[in-house]
């Protein structure tokens, strides 16, 4: 059996996540802190006994979710599993700063920064009302892209993240996005919705935090991952610190390719992957895109002691 080590992005958060990771292991405890004292506040308290609003405020939630994700990470360690029983490692968007902290190419201070200075340029880079995305589900890519030229009239409007095969996220300018909205249902999608997000992530409208990223990440020692970082962008494996760090810049305007992502690491011999952190909507994707691939959500105490018993360690 092949895994892969998948991290999720922003949409998982929940309170109370990796509490009992914390509880339950020194290990994980010692990363929520060390994440606190590089903001210099305590994400934990808001993590674990805050209000959901707060949490999902993408400043809070980026970071908040690595963290949950490397405290799974030092509990299965803990347990003897590490990051290289996986061949490969890959994250949905901000989770590509948790894959790559767990693959020691970032340290996990330097990760949460980062990840509140994208939080917080992404947030910033377009005025309030200004952006929106929608999810698109019952049409293919090839069919949302064409609905996204149409619709853009002037404006921006993306496909902003090729999920599965029927689950398409569209972004921009919100006249725009409604726009495309429109004509989804009136090409036959399942559902076309508004997503209740708070900027148009992953489209040209993010070019500010683009840059944002370039200088912050052109400051942080970055090394080759451990294990091959399968990149958003290029859904292929990546190990090269130069190019993974001008991929992380590319990331943030360009289009998270999960369902090519996912689909590659099957060709190369993926069996089976494990969703490290909160919630199991990667799984869901995952198996959406290959029935054949075994999916774990590894978010729990319980989850952890399951998963390494499962590798026998």
């Known amino acids: 059996m092949t895994l892969a080590f998948v991290f999720p992005g922003q949409g998982a958060q929940t309170i109370g996540m990796g509490r009992d990771l914390a509880e339950t292991w020194p290990e994980a405890r010692a990363v929520f802190q060390a994440v606190d004292e590089a903001l210099g506040e305590k994400l934990s308290a808001l993590i674990w006994e805050g209000e959901i609003e707060a949490l999902t405020l993408t400043r809070n939630a980026q970071p908040a979710l690595m963290a949950t994700s490397m405290a799974v990470m030092a509990a299965l360690r803990a347990e003897g599993v590490e990051v290289t029983a996986a061949a490969y490692v890959a994250g949905h968007s901000l989770g590509e700063y948790s894959a790559l902290a767990a693959a020691g190419a970032l340290g996990l201070e330097d990760a949460a920064r980062l990840l509140r200075l994208r939080g917080e340029a992404m947030q910033q880079a377009v005025a309030p009302g200004e952006g929106a995305m929608a999810a698109i589900l019952g049409l293919d890519f090839e069919t949302v892209a064409g609905i996204v030229a149409e619709a853009a009239g002037g404006q921006v409007c993306a496909a902003a993240n090729d999920n599965d095969p029927a689950q398409v996220v569209v972004s921009g300018h919100a006249e725009a996005v409604l726009r495309a909205v429109e004509l989804a249902k009136a090409k036959g999608a399942k559902r076309a919705v508004p997503l209740p997000v708070s900027a148009p992530f992953h489209c040209a409208l993010m070019q500010p935090a683009a840059e944002a990223m370039a200088a912050a990440l052109e400051a942080v ?12 962008v290029t859904a292929r494996p990546e190990s090269g610190p130069d190019i993974i760090r001008r991929q992380l810049v590319e990331q943030v305007t360009g289009r998270v390719r999960w369902r090519e992502s996912v689909a590659w690491m099957a060709s190369d011999g993926v069996t089976e992957t494990w969703e490290i952190g ?16 075994e999916t774990r959500a590894v978010g729990t105490a319980d989850e952890v002691r399951a998963a390494a018993a499962a590798r026998g360690a």
Not at 221 to 232: C, E, H, M, Q, T
Not at 278 to 293: E, H, N, P, T, Y
Request: aromatic fraction near 0%.
């Open 221 to 232: 020692d970055l090394r080759a991952p451990s294990v091959p970082l399968v990149a958003n």
């Open 278 to 293: 909160a919630g199991k909507a990667l799984s869901g994707m995952v198996r959406r895109i290959d029935r054949a691939l």
